[in-house]
Nanobody, 124 residues
Framework: QVQLVESGGGLVQAGGSLRLACVAS????????TGWFRQAPGKEREFVAA????????YDEDSVKGRFTISRDGARNTVYLQMNSLKSEDTAVYYC?????????????????WGQGTQVTVSS
């Protein structure tokens, strides 16, 4: 089992920045991929970014287009999502998720563990 706790959400004005953190605990010695998803009210959960155990990464380019950066601190079992140039459409609950293995995973069904989410609200 892997437990995930997100932090760093909040209220920010459009154009501002936030850095989300996802701390993993439990069986973290085995390789896993960490992903960030978000869900806005009335919409489906959507993929944002993912990073593998070895540091490979990918983004949903349509939605983040160079504004977001995912990174990993293996020593702290923490994955960060740096979000810059935030827009009102980035408003959502952001979830981190962990999937066993070493591949990049981009769909929610591929992940095994989920955090409780952190709210990001961008005011225009």
């Amino acid at each position: 089992q892997v437990q995930l706790v997100e932090s760093g959400g909040g209220l920010v004005q459009a154009g501002g920045s936030l850095r989300l953190a996802c701390v993993a605990s439990g069986r973290t010695s085995s390789p896993y991929t960490t992903g960030w998803f978000r869900q806005a009210p009335g919409k489906e959960r959507e993929f944002v970014a993912a990073i593998t155990w070895s540091g490979g990464y990918t983004y949903d380019e349509d939605s983040v287009k160079g504004r977001f950066t995912i990174s990993r601190d293996g020593a702290r079992n923490t994955v960060y999502l740096q979000m810059n140039s935030l827009k009102s459409e980035d408003t959502a609950v952001y979830y981190c998720a962990a999937g066993r293995g070493t591949r990049l995973l981009i769909t929610a069904g591929q992940y095994d563990y989920w955090g409780q989410g952190t709210q990001v609200t961008v005011s225009s």
